[in-house]
């Protein structure tokens, strides 16, 4: 579905993305895991539009996609969360969720004046579509509670539901499970299975807790210095001697 091909990022001298290249098949739930400064987070940049690499290609559905802006991969179905959650803090649940959809007859002015019962009608799908999320994550109990007041996992699982608004065919996960306590991580990784076994989403996510890569991803891809170490599944990945000298500095049989 999606191909990093060898691609290069750089910032003055540090050289943060190196010849990386990994697939996402369609349909999967791909880790990416590596230790902090690995280059997870610049990727995910690069392959989002906010970078444009310095060289190398990001291709998706066989369409050459590298340095293409947010908004056009937004259209095509490629959207991202952020470790930090993006809400519009004013806003309640309920509408954080309605104000995703792109191209609403309620944004333009003169449809307002002249086709006031298309705007209306859509507004209720929307509306309609905005209580099937929320059925669907959980978050019955705070839909009209302002965004800004959430916790930091009820955060999370609304970013999550804002990308179920656009209806999306990747999505890229920004370590969703950073700052949750335990319950609610559940509760997300339960989402993202559903989603993915449901909808056919297909997911790739940095994250740092292994359990949690553990229980979703198949396959694990392992970035250090910029770089592909490795892919394969959870149990492979968390098994092999590079990796744990990545992670540790020094191999396994070093540590007994």
């Known amino acids: 579905m999606l191909e990093i091909q060898n691609v290069y990022k750089h910032f003055g001298g540090i050289h943060a993305v190196e010849d990386a290249s990994f697939s996402i098949e369609r349909g999967s739930i791909t880790g990416l895991i590596g230790p902090n400064g690995a280059g997870k987070t610049t990727l995910f940049n690069v392959i989002a539009g906010v970078h444009a690499p310095d060289s190398g290609k990001v ?25 930090i959650a993006h809400e519009f803090s004013s806003l309640t649940v309920r509408e954080n969720l309605m104000v995703v959809p792109g191209a609403q007859a309620g944004e333009r002015l003169v449809d307002t004046w002249l086709r006031p019962k298309r705007v209306s009608l859509q507004e ?49 996960l920004d370590e969703v499970g950073a700052g949750v306590n335990r319950t ?73």
Do not use: W
């Open 184 to 256: 609610l991580l559940s509760t997300i990784g339960d989402a993202i299975l559903r989603l993915n076994r449901e909808k056919g989403y297909t997911f790739c996510m940095i994250e740092h807790d292994m359990d949690f890569i553990s229980r979703l991803c198949d396959p694990v891809v392992v970035m250090a210095a910029g770089g592909v170490l490795t892919r394969g599944s959870p149990e492979e990945v968390m098994n092999n001697e590079a990796v744990i000298e990545a992670y540790l500095g020094t191999g396994r049989k070093h540590h007994r």
């Open 59 to 83: 291709i998706f559905d066989g369409e050459d996609i590298t340095a293409s802006k947010p908004h056009e991969l937004f259209a095509r179905g490629i959207l991202r969360t952020f470790q």
């Open 124 to 172: 209720n799908e929307l509306a309609q579509r905005a209580a099937e999320v929320i059925d669907f994550l959980q978050l019955t109990s705070v839909v009209d509670e302002l965004a800004g007041n959430l916790s930091g996992g009820q955060k999370k699982l609304l970013e999550l539901g804002r990308t179920m608004m656009a209806e999306p065919k990747l999505v890229f």
